[in-house]
């Protein structure tokens, strides 16, 4: 990626002008790791519904198979549009903002898919962030959470409404400014809203890794709708704004991806270390039970310490992702099922 930046820069110093085929390049790259990475996602969120049954986790599989399509919508209406301007671009005026027929099967496609995206993401963040309804007040949290949604949704109102098409045809470029002004932002706007769903839940973790792995998770989420702008590329602007914007979707995904996924398996890796030391107390617990001393405890503890580091080393080596079960956190779960063997009779 940087290489063909700097041959685009380039480029343009020398000839003051670029080449169309920069912007497909860097599109089709970062769109079609999107398309992959998201799809995954999804996969993963509709194989945890499957076993836990969790509203949430179904929606947010939803709204990462719909971003995933309108990514390659977006990847095949760029595409399409791209072909169609000339080879090198040259510093010219060129309109504001394109209007795609609804007939286009590539233009609605994009249109239809960007707004069920944004509406499933919006969905699953308010299912996420309903606790905070009750700190907020109903009323007030629904007007900050909507609000995003109209505004997105405003966008769309000349197409649907047609309540501006007198302005737009009599001042064609002073509305072309101020509507790419205005909703320019609509699609980060949301992503904010729904990366704080993410924020929210880390917040309220204990567990650092874990942590870590949701702030990742809700910074990718931030950057992933705000760098999914590549309708704005088929202006051919020069120089080519936007570009760079448009690069960062593939790491957007990434993140996304690595943050939820990371969190999973850390989460089910502190599940099965936690079954490791039940399993090894209990099957050491009647000649605990014979001996009954303090000493045999402290040298139980240093045994399955010893072991489950082990185990969770091994599982680190195996995932790449390190469990968030600390040596204090193993010692705690060891004391409470020491405590519940000996209250059995």
Request: without cysteine.
């Amino acid at each position: 990626m940087i290489a063909i930046f700097a041959s685009l820069i380039l480029q343009i110093l020398i000839t003051s002008g670029y080449n169309v085929q920069f912007l497909e390049i860097v599109v089709w790259i970062n769109y079609v790791l999107a398309i992959a990475l998201l799809g995954l996602l999804s996969q993963r969120f509709l194989s945890w519904f499957r076993s836990n049954h969790n509203l949430v986790v179904l929606v947010y599989s939803l709204a990462s198979m719909m971003i995933s399509i309108n990514a390659l919508f977006t990847l095949l209406y760029v595409t399409n549009e791209l072909t169609k301007k000339p080879a090198n671009i040259q510093p010219e005026l060129t309109p504001v903002a394109p209007y795609g027929s609804v007939y286009d099967m590539f233009n609605s496609g994009y249109v239809i898919t960007s707004v069920m995206s944004f509406v499933l993401t919006w969905i699953a963040s308010v299912f996420l962030l309903h606790n905070y309804s009750r700190k907020l007040g109903r009323a007030k949290y629904w007007i900050l959470v909507t609000i995003p949604l109209f505004y997105f949704l405003s966008q769309f109102q000349p197409l649907f409404l047609n309540i501006l098409t007198p302005f737009r045809l009599s001042e064609p470029i002073l509305f072309g400014v101020v509507y790419t002004l205005f909703f320019s932002a609509t699609i980060p706007v949301g992503g904010v809203l729904f990366g704080i769903a993410f924020w929210s839940v880390a917040r309220n973790m204990n567990r650092n890794i874990v942590k870590q792995y949701m702030m990742i998770s809700a910074y990718g989420m931030m950057l992933l709708f705000s760098s999914n702008q590549a309708s704005g590329l088929v202006l051919v602007p020069y120089p080519p704004f936007g570009l760079i914007t448009v690069s960062f979707l593939g790491l957007s995904s990434y993140l996304l991806l690595i943050g939820i996924y990371s969190s999973a398996i850390s989460v089910s890796e502190d599940t099965n270390l936690r079954r490791t030391i039940r399993k090894f107390v209990i099957d050491q617990s009647k000649l605990l039970d014979s001996i009954g001393s303090a000493q045999m405890e402290q040298e139980m503890q240093k045994k399955v310490i010893t072991i489950v580091k082990k185990t969770s080393q091994a599982m680190t080596e195996e995932t790449g992702v390190q469990a968030s079960l600390t040596e204090e956190d193993m010692k705690e779960y060891l004391d409470q099922v020491l405590q519940e063997i000996k209250r059995k009779p």
